[in-house]
């Protein structure tokens, strides 16, 4: 069901983060973000993305192009933003874009964006993407041994114990 911005009442909204910026992923970014008066999270690295339809890829994905979002908080690798009393952590994560970014939240969750599905990694052949960041990218994860619930930007959860299992496969396919 789709909700509209005027029906969610008087709420709080502290953040619109984006582990990335293809279109896909940042196309209601400008409307979420002038609602709230909240800037658009993403890594310094992905602003181009919030102002240039060539490395959205809005033609492609959408058929029209975005509007440019200029109100920008921008972000470092291992940044840390609370949410309440929720700690995120910024994992910086690039290849599949120049600042592709995993948000960990609590040391739990990893919203992985599209660096790392179940059983998949990101594009590494549109503008911006870079095969050997990904390698470089999958080897700096593959020495992470923890039991996170991973949520990807498209397709089923899975865990990072899953995750990493088809690293070791996928990085000899980058």
Not at 70 to 92: A, M, P, Q, R
Request: glycine share 6%; aromatic share 8%; with cysteine.
């Amino acid at each position: 069901p789709v909700i509209e911005l005027e029906d969610l009442g008087d709420i709080e909204v502290q953040y619109c983060l984006a582990t990335h910026g293809h279109a896909d992923h940042i196309k209601n970014a400008k409307t979420i973000t002038d609602h709230f008066n909240i800037p658009l999270t993403l890594h310094k690295d992905e602003a181009i993305y919030a102002q240039d339809d060539s490395y959205n890829l809005s033609h492609y994905v959408l058929g029209k192009e975005l509007t440019k979002i200029d109100n920008l908080n921008l972000l470092n690798d291992g940044d840390s933003l609370l949410f309440f009393d929720h700690k995120i952590e910024v994992l910086h994560t690039p290849g599949h874009t120049l600042g592709s970014v995993m948000y960990l939240v609590d040391d739990t969750y990893l919203f992985s964006g599209d660096t790392v599905f179940k059983n998949a990694i990101g594009r590494t052949d549109l503008k911006g993407s870079n095969p050997n960041q990904m390698k470089n990218t999958i080897d700096k994860l593959l020495l992470i041994d923890k039991n996170w619930q991973v949520y990807a930007g498209h397709g089923d959860s899975t865990n990072w114990q899953e995750v990493r299992e088809s690293l070791k496969y996928l990085r000899r396919l980058v």
